[in-house]
């Protein structure tokens, strides 16, 4: 039997905006592994990470390092105890060598100045011992990102960590660099390290872990060897659902086709291409669902369809018109909404009040004007049904919308973008951190608003909600849609799970049916 | 309102504190500070035409920071606007109401050119309109400054003045004793309708979004490039207006031979204002109150007026630091969160 080395007990962590992240989770790492933690988005990962980093502190439960229960406040308390951390997003100081980023803030002194030749000797000496090359002299801003990694690290070494946690840290690699990553890893591990792998690429975890603690939804779904498990069986435990809602829907025949995605690829500033050649159609009273793990093109298909990201080929139309030179206010106008992911972001603006935001897209017609001014009694009109409609609990229409919980939030988002009769709506995590209630409300509304005709295109990562509302599904992965599936109800989640990890791919012409032609 | 009284309270705290520690008469001198302002009324008079200029630069700059816009041009635009409507005010032959009606608009038409290209130079390329406008003040004074020395200055008089304005040129004067004029009138009006503006029309309703999350106004289809020129278009004729107004109202010359530092206290205006129109008023009537008791305690007693910088650099710092009094705002969102559960 190995020696637990680091022990996390029935950690819950609620954050202050009354987001659950962790429920009750239990993660035990032993000496001298590789252990993987996965899970989609959201899965509560990062959160346990920076718990266990000292960078937030548990609600409840204790950390347990060596035997002996801690209390991490502050990083610093982390690595003390020799944990340390390589970030996505790497903190380093651009502008410093890598020698002066290895010892910021345990500078070896000479006199009152920095003894840089002994920074640069310790750099080296610890480079050389893990096999892990970098120059010490040489600038981070010039590094490539596989070096930057390196140099984080060595970061965490030169601090005398024992347990090294890597969050994604496939993610901005390019294969060769990944594998040379998986070679220094392992080389870590035979010195002794214990290392915390954070990844949602399954034959990656399968390659170099020992162990795998799978998350969902904020909770733990078991721990295992790596050789037990198989990617079928650990992507059915990261997608699977918890409850199942149902909602009725009759059926009836669709309408004219919408919203018509010809062949649309782009690519980002990198040049990277983040769509490729995503082809669809929605037709009147149709709910199209885009499932997927976040990040592989959802979110700049949206955008692409709102008028923010051009094409760099194919073509949008919306009801027969090429959107292709138009901007959200001109595509608005063509009776399209749109309900974005980030509602304080984009969807709400946080210090005006409820009143203000439920007009924001409408108060420039004549309808709501006289004579140069807004129509004050006709809004309050407006803003007083919609708040009884869609049953926003608050303290009346000048409230700040910042002062509601996410679900009322979110629910004036809805309000506003449902109530000017669209012909398209494009829901974009339409329930992401709301409660049940508010999640239920807004499902019905949807659905409500298909009956009335109205075309949607639904993204989401939920796949309760994808599979339960859509009536056609599509799944996208790297950027490509994989799978067009016409009876979402009937597909079993291993079989999107597949599909959305990139284990499973439809041919062209299976897929080629979302055009519906 | 609860947090910009208790802020004043500490401010006005820390001047009775320096004053005690600093004067012979502690208590003689508080009292000329708190009273004098208001022991005559010549000395009302000079409260009031105190509060004009700083009325008009704080709702120009309550303009520009409600769209969560920091520009701090209208020190250079009050300058250079007083500089346009002192020309036309020296060379133009128009009738009694014309003329400064004309120096005024004018004033404020320039003011508005000259504010548009940081506003331009932000809604195009994002340039930061707070080092644009305080870099054109330097231009706007520079500029200003040499039509004074070569283009306006009056040979025979011994200071660095204009030539005289006509007389058809100066602002009337409203109440007989006191150099209250009618720039008071126009502040009032503008105030008015600056507020109709920003909570009664759609342009309104535009800037104001724009200034909470310039993302949602974008994602809403508002265009916020014209809506952040337009901002500086009217904040720049405000400010222009100001300044116009300032010179033919209070001099007979025009003789800033230095910024006269209009703008940078109508930031302090608006920030006690919250930038809400109305509340310019008051805010512009504090400063005024206290500038004015100072002037007379300086005069009256052992304290110099320079006091009144340090309560002005506790207003901006307790009023600009967030966390200041958050202890009080988070608990009225427990209390929200409380009814909501």
Same mark, same amino acid.
């Given at each position: =039997? ?44 990062? $959160?346990?990470?920076?718990? =266990?980093?000292?960078? *937030? ?25 020799? /944990? ?24 070896? %002194? ?42 984080? /690290? ?8 024992? /347990? ?55 909770? $733990?779904?078991?721990?295992?060897? $790596? ?18 809602? %149902?909602?009725?829907?009759?059926? %009836? ?61 194919? =073509? ?83 409230? *700040? ?18 109530? $000017? ?43 309760? *909600? ?52 | ?47 009031? !035409? ?15 920071? &409600? ?88 040979? &025979? ?44 029309? &759609?342009?309104?309703? !535009? ?18 490039? &014209? ?115």
């Amino acid at each position: =039997m190995q020696h637990e080395l680091l022990e996390m007990r029935n950690i819950t962590k609620v954050y202050p905006n009354g987001v659950l992240a962790n429920r009750n989770v239990n993660f035990a790492l032993r000496e001298g592994e590789i252990h993987a933690v996965v899970g989609e988005n959201g899965a509560g990962k990062s $959160t346990l990470m920076k718990m =266990m980093f000292g960078m *937030e502190e548990p609600s409840e439960g204790e950390i347990i390092v060596r035997g002996e229960t801690v209390k991490l406040h502050s990083p610093q308390d982390a690595i003390d105890r020799g /944990i340390g951390m390589v970030h996505q997003h790497f903190m380093l100081v651009p502008s410093f060598t890598v020698a002066e980023n290895m010892v910021l803030g345990m500078e070896p %002194k000479k006199g009152l100045g920095i003894h840089y030749d002994e920074a640069a000797r310790m750099t080296l000496e610890l480079s050389r011992k893990y096999n892990l090359t970098v120059d010490p002299h040489a600038k981070v801003e010039h590094l490539s990102v596989g070096m930057k990694q390196k140099v984080e /690290i060595l970061k965490a070494l030169i601090r005398g960590a024992k /347990i090294l946690i890597l969050d994604e840290p496939t993610a901005v690699l390019t294969p060769q660099e990944t594998e040379e990553l998986f070679r220094e890893l392992k080389g870590l591990r035979a010195e002794g390290h214990t290392i915390v792998f954070i990844s949602h690429k399954l034959k990656e975890v399968k390659e170099i872990c020992d162990r795998i603690t799978i998350m969902r939804s904020g909770r $733990t779904e078991g721990v295992f060897d $790596t050789n037990s498990v198989t990617e079928k069986e650990i992507s059915r435990l990261m997608v699977g659902r918890d409850v199942v809602l %149902k909602y009725e829907k009759d059926m %009836k025949p669709y309408g004219e086709p919408i919203l018509q995605v010809k062949n649309v690829s782009s690519g980002d500033e990198q040049g990277k291409q983040v769509l490729s050649r995503v082809q669809f159609s929605v037709r009147a009273g149709e709910i199209v669902g885009i499932a997927g793990v976040e990040g592989n093109g959802q979110a700049q298909l949206v955008e692409v369809l709102t008028g923010s990201l051009p094409a760099s080929s194919g =073509m949008v139309l919306i009801s027969g018109k090429d959107i292709a030179a138009n901007n959200i206010r001109e595509i608005r106008k063509m009776g399209v909404s749109y309900i974005p992911e980030d509602r304080m972001r984009q969807g709400a603006a946080k210090e005006a009040s409820i009143s203000d935001n439920l007009i924001s897209t409408r108060y420039r017609s004549k309808e709501w004007n006289k004579r140069g001014f807004m129509d004050g009694r006709k809004i309050r009109k407006l803003v007083d049904d919609l708040i009884s409609d869609y049953k926003v609990k608050c303290s009346g229409p000048a409230q *700040e919308i910042g002062m509601l919980s996410g679900g009322n939030m979110q629910k004036v988002v809805v309000a506003r973008e449902c109530s $000017t009769n669209p012909k398209l709506l494009i829901a974009e995590q339409p329930t992401r951190g709301v409660d049940i209630g508010a999640a239920q409300f807004i499902h019905q509304k949807l659905i409500e608003m298909r009956q009335e005709g109205c075309a949607i295109v639904l993204v989401s990562a939920d796949l309760n *909600e994808i599979m339960e509302l859509s009536d056609t599904l599509l799944v996208m992965y790297g950027g490509e849609v994989v799978a067009y599936i016409d009876r979402p109800s009937e597909v079993s989640e291993e079989e999107l799970g597949l599909y959305m990890l990139g284990l499973q791919k439809q041919s062209e012409e299976e897929v080629r049916r979302a055009s519906h032609l | 309102m609860f947090r910009t009284s208790a802020v004043i309270l500490i401010a006005l705290i820390v001047a009775f504190l320096i004053i005690s520690l600093v004067s012979s008469q502690p208590w003689h001198t508080i009292q000329i500070f708190m009273f004098e302002p208001v022991s005559s009324k010549a000395h009302i008079g000079n409260v009031i !035409e105190m509060a004009i200029p700083l009325m008009f630069s704080g709702l120009a700059l309550s303009l520009l920071f &409600k769209a969560n816009l920091f520009n701090l041009g209208a020190e250079g635009i009050f300058y250079f606007s007083g500089v346009v409507a002192a020309s036309i005010a020296i060379h133009a032959q128009l009738g009694n109401w014309l003329h400064p009606a004309v120096a005024v608009l004018a004033g404020g038409l320039v003011g508005a050119l000259l504010s548009a290209i940081p506003g331009i130079l932000k809604a195009k390329w994002n340039a930061s309109e707070l080092v644009t406008s305080l870099m054109f003040n330097s231009i706007l004074f520079g500029v200003g400054l040499y039509l004074l020395n070569y283009k306006l200055r009056d040979a &025979k008089a011994f200071a660095t003045v204009s030539y005289k304005f006509q007389p058809t040129a100066i602002l009337d004067k409203l109440v007989p004793g006191t150099r209250i004029h009618t720039g008071l009138i126009v502040v009032l009006v503008c105030i008015v309708a600056v507020h109709f503006f920003l909570y009664k029309t &759609k342009w309104g309703y !535009e800037l104001r979004m724009t200034g909470i999350n310039r993302n949602f106004a974008e994602y809403s289809g508002i265009k916020t490039a &014209k809506v952040i020129i337009l901002v500086h278009l009217i904040a720049g004729f405000i400010a222009g207006m100001g300044g116009s107004i300032e010179v033919l109202g209070m001099y007979n010359r025009f003789q800033w031979t230095a910024l006269p530092g209009y703008g940078f206290d109508g930031a302090l205006v608006a920030m006690l204002a919250k930038n809400k129109p109305f509340a310019v008023i008051g805010g512009a009537f504090f400063l005024a109150y206290i500038r004015i008791g100072a002037d007379q305690m300086a005069r009256m007693s052992d304290v110099p007026s320079e006091m009144i910088a340090i309560i002005q650099a506790v207003i901006i710092l307790l009023i600009s630091a967030e966390q200041f009094l958050k202890f009080f705002k988070n608990r009225m969102l427990l209390r929200e969160a409380a009814k909501d559960a």
